[in-house]
Nanobody
């Protein structure tokens, strides 16, 4: 069974940093690994994405320049380094995976991702 497991969430003051990790098992070698976040009453939104083959990345405008998505050399673990955190970054963060699209970049909507982790909470206080 494909499996994703997130870790690294927590509470931090505005301006601080956190690093999330997502460990993958039993997944396709070439895939999109994407971080989503969700707050109560809102849709789950894409935050950052990386293609494991080649390492191309995509970011939501709200986090570009502050967040960095990366992977380890074995392409098993994906990281989300979050710097200059703001209270509006608060939410449940989920790691998701899909096959690489035949055309174009990794998809940005949750319905394109069949495999999800359990989520990790990030709370940023002002």
């Amino acid at each position: 069974q494909p499996r994703l497991e997130e870790s690294g969430g927590g509470s931090v003051q505005a301006g601080g940093s956190l690093r999330l990790s997502c460990a993958a098992s039993n997944l396709w070698a070439s895939r999109c690994m994407t971080w989503f976040r969700q707050t109560p009453g809102n849709e789950r939104e894409m935050v950052a994405s990386i293609r494991t083959n080649g390492g191309a990345t995509t970011y939501a405008p709200s986090v570009k320049g502050r967040f960095t998505v990366s992977q380890d050399d074995a392409r098993i673990t994906v990281y989300l380094q979050m710097d200059s955190l703001k209270p509006e970054d608060t939410g449940m963060y989920y790691c998701a995976s899909s096959r690489v699209p035949l055309v174009g970049q990794c998809r940005t909507t949750r319905d394109q991702y069949p495999t999800w982790g359990q989520g990790t909470q990030v709370t940023v206080s002002s």
